[in-house]
Each structure stands twice: as structure tokens, then as C-alpha cells.
């Protein structure tokens, strides 16, 4: 009983980070649209070429908008820690292994029906990809709305990618013998690209 009681409130806690997580997410977005308005991402100096600041952007709103977006993707990167402690410990408490899934399948028939079509070769340090979960060799069953039979390139994928910026994209996977969904989200870090992770296609005799 008193394990149970100890499991909810494990549940409850990590409910609540997500969702502060997905707070956080929705502040970035809308701080993202001030830059896109500004026609200017993170990086691009706010001074021309004589020192002076620029006239075509609002300099003081880009700046304090840089800053919020550091500030909050800081926070984000130690929430997603603070998430994946708490997954931890409702494993620990409900008796069960983290190689389970983190996330219940609930339709059976529809996983069985998913073939891989995507393998994971590469996974940065720090990256989007190991703040979610994902591991080399992970075969990927589903990637937000692109599966095995609607999937016709990594463009695809790419495409997917770039216009989720800062928006969760729910990853199903199969490793080893369990099917995984992992929350993953898309957005700038230190590293190339918005991911931090490369997959290739699998090709059928792989299958």
C-alpha cells in the first residue's frame, strides 16, 4: 500500500514536470517567432560591418529574446534530466526494467503490424536525441506520421523535422525484443542539426 501510494506520487511528479516541460516548449516557440520576425536566428551578429547596430532589426527585442531562449532551453535540458529521474524511479517502484516500455502499447495488433524502416548509427552527446532516449542500433517503427508504408525518403524525415521545431514528435521504436515510444523534441543545440542523430533506411532483406 505504502508502495503504491509512493508510485502515485512518482506519477504525479512527472505529470507535473511534463507539464512545465510542454510550458517551456510553447514559451520557446513563441520566442522562435520573434526571431523568424526579425528574419534572424541565434547566432547572427547585431552590429554592420562598421560596428554600428543594425537598423533592419530591433536589436534590444532580438537580444533580450537570445537570452530567454538560453535561459529557457536551459531549463528544459535540466527538466527532461529531472523527467527521466522520475521515470526511474516509477520503474524502480513498480517493480518493472527500464528495458520495458516506457510509454504502454495499447494496441498490440497495430505494433505488430509496424516493420522497421529507419536504423539509428549515430546518437551526439548532449544532443535532442540523447535527451530522449534514443540509442545506436534503435530501430525506428514510427516517427511522428511517417511509417514503413507512407516513408519514401529521409527527406521525409528531414521535412517532419524542421517544421517541428520546439514541438514533441512521438519516436516508437523497437529495441531488442521491446517496442519503446519516446518523446523527442526537435530544436537548436550546440551540436549540427536539430536532432543530434542520424538514421539510415533500412532496407528490406535487413527486415
Request: glycine share 6%; with cysteine.
Amino acid at each position: 500500500m505504502v508502495v503504491d501510494m509512493e508510485l502515485q506520487k512518482a506519477k504525479d511528479a512527472v505529470l507535473q514536470l511534463m507539464k512545465e516541460k510542454d510550458k517551456i516548449e510553447s514559451d520557446l516557440r513563441a520566442l522562435k517567432e520573434i526571431l523568424d520576425s526579425n528574419h534572424i536566428g541565434m547566432d547572427e551578429p547585431l552590429v554592420d560591418s562598421e560596428g554600428y547596430p543594425r537598423q533592419d532589426i530591433n536589436v534590444y527585442q532580438v537580444r533580450h529574446t537570445r537570452h530567454k531562449i538560453i535561459w529557457l532551453t536551459n531549463d528544459h535540458k535540466d527538466l527532461m534530466r529531472k523527467i527521466e529521474e522520475g521515470l526511474h524511479r516509477i520503474h524502480a517502484l513498480a517493480g518493472t526494467s527500464l528495458a520495458e516500455p516506457i510509454s504502454d502499447i495499447s494496441d498490440d495488433q497495430e505494433t505488430e503490424a509496424l516493420e522497421p524502416f529507419l536504423r539509428v548509427n549515430l546518437v551526439s552527446p548532449g544532443s535532442p536525441a540523447e535527451t530522449a532516449g534514443i540509442q545506436v542500433e534503435d530501430l525506428i517503427l514510427e516517427f511522428g506520421s511517417v511509417r514503413c508504408r507512407n516513408f519514401k525518403s529521409l527527406t521525409d524525415i528531414g521535412k517532419l523535422v524542421e517544421s517541428s521545431r520546439y514541438k514533441t514528435i512521438n519516436v516508437k521504436i523497437k529495441r531488442g525484443s521491446n517496442t519503446i515510444v519516446l518523446s523527442l523534441t526537435p530544436r537548436p543545440w550546440v551540436g549540427k542539426g536539430l536532432l543530434g542523430c542520424n538514421v539510415i533506411p533500412i532496407e528490406i532483406v535487413e527486415r
